[in-house]
């Protein structure tokens, strides 16, 4: 979290009384480094003029860049921040304003509902106040806008709106500015950078608002249809127009941005008879569709948007149309800038959602490994193995018991394995304690091994094969998996090495008529959660390609979805022997 620093300006000042002196001293302590020494001086300041803004602000950000994890400085300083806004009120370029930034930073840092709903209506005041001043736009609020929409999963409908108002607001202040530089013919009306941050502030939106609207159930669809359709609602979503068959809808979308055509249509949302259940789901898909695509004109490197938009090719309508639009954008497998970007912005709340979920899979995944050791090795653990897909490191302390080497975990998101890293066995987080992995990797899977062309990764496992290497919940990012399991079989050893992953069960992905069809001839397809689903037999076959043999198979629950079971299955994989004293093969 970083707070500003508010420095108080010399014509402000038209004598050097005690409490400036006070107030600027603070200010060069703290901008050279002696955190001790500002904060000294703001407190003087305060007990001088309790009530300056500017020290109690100041004051507060030095007491959170002391002690940043003290609930007593994060109290204080909230108190401070809080009493500015009060008596400041939030006008742009006013001292409230800095103020709620700052209290909306610390909020959303806490991370609770209620804090990160105030944090994100907090910025929402600022935005609005930079739009009622039409000044230049700061987007790094707007920016911090879409994050904290992001965290608000639990108030969809709030999000929605939050998402919206935001977009308008954010189209709104970029249209002026070009049209401020336009009229002047002065270019500093629209300074340098500022194009980048306002599109890729704008993009963050976009796919924001596109993401939300693509994994909406019914219900929700109806509520956030309903609400945009209101006399004070947003109006961005674009509606399919029920009356004229011809015509599905699908020149439309959500966002602000389009031709006149889109403008009017939006313009007439709040006319219109209320949609049909499945023209209101319809409208959610359609809308999700152009914002993605919005986001991806403003930033095309944008891999989350391009990932989401994928994703909503599994819904396209069944025939040739829809075979062809899946065609065109569905890829083989989640791009690792994708995967990577995605999990980076999971990890700090990542091990709660999953609980919110279920999420079975390290149990499922080490009873597995542990059965491997029972029945085919007598009790004797694995030498050594590797967790491919690690993440935060979930699997490992359900691994560590059946590994007596080297664990090694790699994955492509830094920051998941920045978590991983601090796992300590058996709950000993002290100092040199030992750790549940011995080495961690930031790699792509499909470079282990020389998968991708080059040569085998160094993975602290020494010149010996892998014995073990499993890939809990991982291959859901991947959609063909015949190079994937090459890949991972190159690194077992060639007797005895055992490969055990989970995937989602094709049979029972949530698909129209026309992805299934397309399904059922690949083996596997991208669902509209944007994970893939993968059938038996396109394991098998990917596993004999790999040289490798279905030595185990079993039917799990891996999760929840809405409340709903996910279906996938287990599979253990090697090169000779069997899993668990008997084999089985995979049902279709």
Not at 194 to 205: D, N, P, R
Not at 392 to 399: A, C, E, R
Not at 503 to 526: C, K, M, Q, S, T
Request: net charge negative.
């Amino acid at each position: 979290m970083t707070v500003a620093l508010l420095l108080a300006a010399s014509a402000a000042r038209p004598r050097k009384d005690v409490v400036e002196e006070a107030l600027l001293n603070g200010n060069e302590l703290y901008s050279s480094g002696d955190l001790a020494g500002a904060r000294a001086a703001y407190e003087s300041c305060m007990q001088m003029d309790a009530s300056n803004g500017l020290c109690m602000t100041n004051l507060a950000s030095v007491l959170l860049d002391q002690a940043p994890d003290s609930p007593d400085a994060r109290a204080l300083a909230e108190r401070l921040y809080r009493r500015v806004v009060s008596e400041s009120g939030i006008v742009d370029g006013g001292l409230g304003a800095d103020a709620a930034y700052n209290l909306a930073l610390l909020l959303q840092d806490a991370r609770t509902p209620a804090g990160t709903a105030e944090a994100c209506e907090l910025y929402e005041s600022i935005v609005g106040a930079q739009l009622k001043a039409r000044t230049e736009p700061r987007w790094d609020v707007i920016a911090n806008l879409a994050s904290c929409t992001h965290d608000l999963r639990a108030a969809p409908e709030r999000a929605f709106e939050l998402l919206a108002v935001a977009i308008v607001q954010g189209e709104a202040l970029e249209e002026a500015a070009v049209a401020e530089a336009t009229r002047t013919g002065d270019a500093s009306a629209f300074p340098a950078g500022s194009s980048e941050a306002a599109s890729g502030a704008l993009a963050v939106l976009y796919r924001g608002l596109g993401t939300l609207l693509a994994d909406a159930d019914d219900a929700l669809c109806a509520a956030i249809v309903k609400l945009d359709a209101e006399p004070s609602g947003p109006h961005v979503l674009l509606r399919p127009d029920e009356d004229d068959e011809d015509d599905g809808g699908d020149g439309g979308g959500g966002g602000v941005e389009g031709d006149d055509g889109e403008r009017a249509t939006r313009d007439r949302v709040a006319e219109q008879r209320p949609l049909s259940p499945a023209a209101a789901v319809e409208t959610c898909v359609t809308s999700a569709r152009n914002a993605l695509q919005r986001a991806l004109e403003l930033r095309p490197d944008d891999a989350q948007a391009a990932h989401a938009l994928a994703a909503l090719a599994a819904r396209a309508g069944g025939g040739a149309a829809g075979a062809d639009a899946r065609a065109r954008v569905v890829p083989e497998r989640a791009s690792p800038a994708f995967v990577r970007a995605l999990f980076d912005d999971f990890a700090p709340t990542f091990d709660a959602q999953l609980r919110s979920l279920r999420y079975a899979v390290p149990e499922l995944v080490g009873g597995a490994v542990a059965r491997l050791v029972r029945a085919e090795r007598g009790g004797a653990p694995f030498a050594n193995a590797l967790d491919a897909g690690c993440g935060t490191g979930l699997l490992g302390p359900w691994l560590r018991p059946s590994v007596s080497g080297a664990l090694v975990g790699v994955d492509l998101s830094p920051k998941m394995l920045q978590r991983a890293a601090q796992l300590a066995r058996d709950g000993d987080g002290g100092e040199g304690g030992a750790r549940v992995y011995d080495a961690l990797v930031a790699a792509d899977l499909l470079a282990l091994g020389g998968g991708a062309g080059g040569a085998p990764l160094p993975l602290g496992l020494g010149d010996e094969r892998v014995q073990l290497v499993v890939a809990g919940d991982v291959l859901v990012y991947f959609g063909e998996l015949y190079a994937l399991l090459r890949a991972l079989g190159a690194l077992l050893e060639p007797v005895g090495g055992r490969l055990v992953f989970t995937v989602e069960a094709l049979e029972h992905a949530p698909l129209d008529d026309g992805a299934e069809r397309a399904a059922r001839a690949a083996g596997w397809a991208l669902t509209p959660s944007g994970r893939y689903a993968h059938s038996a037999e396109h394991v098998a076959d990917a596993a004999r390609a790999a040289r490798l043999e279905v030595l185990a198979a079993a039917e799990i629950v891996p999760r929840v979805d809405k409340g709903r079971d996910v279906r996938g299955h287990l599979f253990v994989l090697g090169r000779g022997g069997t899993a668990g004293g008997q084999r089985s093969t995979p049902e279709s």
